[in-house]
C-alpha cells in the first residue's frame, strides 16, 4: 500500500521489460463505488500488470473484477494474505484462509465474469493452523475453484499481536511449503514470495517453483530488477544503464505533471534509483530536500541527476 503506485511502476517497467507488476492491493467496495481513474489508472508502458483486490463478498468481488478486466488488466489477484488490524476488520487478506469454501465461491464469482486470469496471494497458515495439511487443504480448495496460479508468502499470519511489519519478519519463512505445494499441484503455477532479498542469489527457487515476487527490495533498491530480463525471460536486448532510466522516466515526470500531478509522488519512488553508486547520497538530498516545496517543477529531477557520476 502507498508503494506500488503507477508512478513506481512505471520506473520499474523502464528497468525490466518482462516482471510481472501488481498494483497496491484495492477494496472491492472502493473499485464499485469509488473514483476507479485515481485507484486503476495505469499507463499502457506498464503491461503486464496485474490488479491486486481485497474482499470477501463473491458478487461485490466479481463485479470488481469485471471493472478491472475493462480497464485492461492482465491479472487479477485476490489478497488472502494480508495480516493488517485494519483489513482484518473488513473481512480482507489473511483472515480468510480461515474460510477456504469462502475464498474459492469468490474465486469462482471473479473467474466466471473475468476475460483474463483470477489468481490467488496466500500465506502458508495463520495462528495455529499452521501446519501443511490445512496449506494443502487451502489450496486444494483453490485448484477445485478454478485458480490456476498461487502467490505463497512462505510464512504463516499471527493475526493478533504482531504489526504487518512484525508478520513480514517475525514468523520463520518456510519455503519447503511452497516447494511441496507445487509437487502435490504440479499444474498449478506456484509463485514464491518472502524474504527474497538478494535476487542474484535466490534464483535458484525457480528450480522448485515457477517464479518469486519481490516485494520490498524490488521498491528499496529498484536496480535489483535490472538484469532479470536475461536471466530469468531470456532477452537478449541490452539493459539501459540508470541514466538511460532516468532520462526516460523524465518525458514520463513531465506528463504527471502537466496533467496536475505534483512531482513529489512521482519522485519519492526514484529516492533509491542510484543507490551505491557515487553521487547518490547528494541526488537523493536533493530530492528530498527539494521535491516537496510548493513550486517545485519536473527540473528538480534534472538538477539532482546532474549530481550522480
Known sequence: MDYTTRDYRYLARLISRHTLLYTEMVVAQAVIH???ERLLGFDDAEHPVAVQLGGSDPAQLAEAARICADYGYDEINLNVGCPSDRVQQGKIGAVLMAEPDLVARCVEAMARVSPVPVTVKTRIGIDDQDDYPFLQRFVARMDSAGCRSLTIHARKAILNGLSPKENREIPPLIYERAYAIKQAFPHLEVILNGGLRDLPSVLHHLDQVDGLMVGREAYGNP???AGLDATVFGDPAPQPDRHQVARAFLPYLEQRYAGGCHPK??????????????????????LSENMHKADTTPKVFEDALALVG
Open 265 to 286: 509522488h512521482v519522485l519519492r519512488h526514484a529516492l533509491n534509483l542510484f543507490q551505491g553508486l557515487p553521487g547518490a547520497r547528494a541526488y537523493r538530498r536533493h
Open 223 to 225: 536496480w535489483c530488477l
Open 34 to 36: 469509488g473514483d476507479r
